[in-house]
């Protein structure tokens, strides 16, 4: 089981009964620990493509990457941990 902490938050009641309201019945704690794993989630995804937008793929990557198989650039790096992803 992971680390819990207790804290303390002032919520807008209304933002609070919306968002039980559409993931169904859960205690305010899941509710923030599922809306805190999105946050985490999207800001990934948006720095991720933050970095395609800034650094486009030229035309010498296209190139290498239809030139190999998918399965020659697998490889045993555990991604996750390398850049402190917590696994879901």
Same mark, same amino acid.
Do not use: C, F
């Given at each position: 089981?992971?680390?819990? +902490?207790?804290?303390?938050?002032?919520?807008?009641?209304?933002?609070?009964?919306?968002?039980?309201?559409?993931?169904?019945?859960?205690?305010?704690?899941?509710?923030?620990?599922?809306?805190?794993?999105?946050?985490?989630?999207?800001?990934? #995804?948006?720095?991720?493509?933050?970095?395609?937008?800034?650094?486009?793929?030229?035309?010498?990557?296209?190139?290498? +990457?239809?030139?190999?198989?998918?399965? #020659?650039?697998?490889?045993?790096?555990?991604?996750?941990?390398?850049? +402190?992803?917590?696994?879901?």
């Amino acid at each position: 089981m992971p680390n819990k +902490a207790k804290v303390s938050i002032t919520l807008d009641p209304s933002k609070l009964s919306h968002a039980q309201e559409l993931l169904g019945t859960m205690t305010v704690s899941h509710l923030v620990d599922l809306a805190l794993d999105r946050l985490i989630g999207d800001e990934l #995804d948006r720095r991720h493509i933050e970095g395609y937008v800034r650094y486009p793929v030229d035309e010498s990557e296209d190139a290498w +990457a239809e030139a190999r198989r998918p399965g #020659d650039i697998a490889d045993d790096t555990d991604w996750a941990s390398l850049y +402190a992803v917590e696994p879901e």
